[in-house]
């Protein structure tokens, strides 16, 4: 078993196996079935709600995800009637791509909504893939904690956007 | 002496001699400007009203005149000071145990509220009346709250309007998703509040908040 290099999951197969529950994305929860005439797939965590998509290049897909978190915003309380565990106070983008533009990460401060990035990867071999895994990008820091009671720029962004 | 108050007299009389169970204590934390001081007036009110004695300690105590140590206020409760705890003053030990309940109004920049905040049987967070103060706010009640045992904890915004319902619904979920907590809600009005604390089984801590005299 090995792990295959960037590429090797197609983009529909990573979102096949997504929306049938065969892999997941750490800390976020799937909606297993595609959503509206556009087919959006839906994801969420404790205070976001997510338009997701996938593709091998970000750029390719981040003007669609745009226009998908436009569709959740406008159908926003049709989706929290049929799916009320999606009721957040949050929307956001989420993206699984194998490329990113450099420096796009730098980029992340200045979005109005919630963007959360990541890469797959798959392990197995070049005939079967054993599992898919889902690194956070830009690949996360763990950042040593020295006082627990300070606020995290989660708990921070809570408790300052209204 | 109508029979009301020579019941209440007698209830007051014999529960300065006899040892009874402490009286639970709720910490009344104001994470907002001191005007909130007046919520936790109108809730010691309240309470006192809905046939609880209640003592309120606080830090800013201002005696009612002379050397009482204790002064008691509009709506009925009593009020006596925070930093005379454990000191041994007999007479806030008496207090005490003719109390149904013992109030803490607590700030966060209270020197004593780290070791007060684990003796609590409750504590009720007071929010802002700003979105503005929101952050500040939460800031202060995740260093109160995080590494230290509250069997209990609860919010309350005092006002009307969106605003406000808006900072306690934040409040609530946030509680809940960062610090793991399941806060209980107090509402928005003394009279609420009051009748939520009433109606709450709280335990009564194993001592005596004030030891007396050894």
């Known amino acids: ?162 | 002496m109508s029979p009301e108050s020579g019941g209440r007299g007698l209830r007051e009389i014999a529960s300065y001699f006899l040892t009874a169970t402490p009286p639970p204590r709720i910490g009344l934390l104001r994470l907002g400007s001191p005007d909130l001081d007046m919520a936790v007036m109108a809730i010691a009110a309240s309470l006192e009203h809905a046939g609880k004695r209640v003592l309120l300690l606080r830090s800013d105590h201002q005696p009612n005149g002379g050397d009482d140590l204790i002064a008691v206020r509009a709506g009925g409760f009593r009020e006596g000071p925070l930093d005379n705890c454990q000191t041994g003053n007999e007479r806030l030990g008496r207090e005490e145990r003719a109390s149904d309940l013992l109030l803490f109004l607590l700030h966060p920049e209270c020197p004593a509220l780290s070791r007060l905040v684990p003796l609590l049987s409750l504590l009720i967070l007071l929010l802002p009346r700003e979105p503005a103060e929101v952050l500040g706010a939460y800031r202060s009640a995740k260093r109160a709250l995080v590494a230290r045992r509250v069997p209990s904890c609860g919010v309350f915004a005092a006002g009307e309007g969106e605003a406000v319902a808006t900072v306690l619904k934040r409040f609530l979920l946030g509680l809940r998703v960062f610090l793991d907590l399941h806060p209980l809600n107090f509402g928005t009005a003394a009279a609420t509040c009051a009748r939520e604390i009433v109606t709450l089984q709280l335990e009564s801590p194993a001592e005596p908040y004030f030891r007396g005299n050894p």
């Open chain 1, 1 to 162: 078993m090995e792990i295959l290099k960037a590429g090797s999951v197609s983009p529909p197969n990573v979102f096949e196996l997504l929306l049938r529950g065969k892999a997941s994305i750490p800390g976020v929860e799937i909606i297993g079935e595609r959503l509206g005439g556009r087919g959006v797939v839906i994801g969420f965590d404790p205070i976001t709600v997510y338009v997701v998509r996938v593709g091998r290049m970000l750029s390719e897909i981040l003007l669609d995800a745009l226009q998908d978190l436009a569709w959740l915003k406008e159908e926003g309380t049709l989706v929290q009637a049929i799916f009320p565990q999606t009721t957040r106070p949050f929307a956001g983008v989420l993206l699984i791509a194998d490329v990113f533009p450099p420096e796009f990460a730098s980029l992340l401060p200045l979005f109005s909504f919630p963007c959360r990035l990541f890469r797959p990867i798959g392990v197995g071999d070049q005939h079967v893939l054993s599992c898919l895994l889902f690194e956070p990008y830009p690949p996360q820091i763990v950042e040593e904690k020295t006082n627990p009671e300070e606020i995290t720029k989660e708990e921070e962004r809570f408790f300052s956007s209204w």
